[in-house]
């Protein structure tokens, strides 16, 4: 059943329907509210959507890097099963 959850990023706050635990929501907020804070300190811009926009791409950067670590992470574990089976095979075979 969704209820609102009250957060407040950049200084805006915000009723957010959601089924997600409280504390959840309000952690996804407070990430999202550090990274417009971070773009705001690199950027002179005081337009708040290209504020935003930066923070936006700096989330999707590190989304992309950690989607690309847990695809290495993956294929290296299924080396090592498939090298772990080889080396189960052949010792079953002796």
Same mark, same amino acid.
């Given at each position: ?19 997600? #635990? ?10 999202? #509210? ?17 504020? /935003?926009?930066? /923070?936006? &791409? ?14 290495? &992470? ?15 095979? $052949?010792?079953? $075979?002796?």
């Amino acid at each position: 059943m969704k209820r609102s959850v009250s957060v407040q990023i950049a200084g805006v706050r915000y009723a957010l329907k959601t089924d997600e #635990d409280d504390r959840f929501v309000k952690a996804v907020a407070a990430f999202v #509210d550090a990274k417009i804070r971070e773009a705001q300190k690199h950027t002179r811009s005081p337009d708040t959507q290209a504020v /935003a926009v930066l /923070a936006a &791409l700096q989330i999707a950067e590190q989304l992309f890097e950690e989607r690309r670590q847990a695809g290495e &992470l993956r294929r290296k574990i299924r080396e090592k099963s498939q090298s772990l089976l080889d080396s189960i095979n $052949r010792e079953a $075979r002796l």
